[in-house]
């Protein structure tokens, strides 16, 4: 079972909000809405998905990465992986 599973409902509220966050954007520039108001939607948008990114990295690394929870061969490929994910997101 995936960590994520764990919080399912919860994450999926966050991914729901964001969907209304873009949504709203997207009206707001259809409705030519003032340019500080689609600043503040932009920044509330990135604002949630870094919270929604933290935390499921957060369990990840817990899960994947903690103590004992996996031989040190599979901790450096799942490093890996996450150290890939981080640069990508961060581009």
Do not use: F, W
Request: aromatic share 2%.
């Amino acid at each position: 079972m995936s960590h994520t599973a764990k919080g399912k409902k919860q994450l999926l509220t966050r991914v729901r909000r964001i969907k209304g966050q873009s949504e709203a954007l997207e009206r707001a520039l259809e409705q030519d809405a003032d340019c500080m108001a689609i600043l503040q939607q932009i920044a509330a948008i990135r604002g949630a998905v870094n919270s929604l990114m933290a935390e499921i990295l957060e369990e990840h690394i817990r899960e994947h990465l903690g103590p004992d929870a996996v031989s040190p061969q599979q901790r450096g490929e799942d490093l890996e992986q996450v150290v890939a994910v981080l640069r990508s997101y961060l581009k």
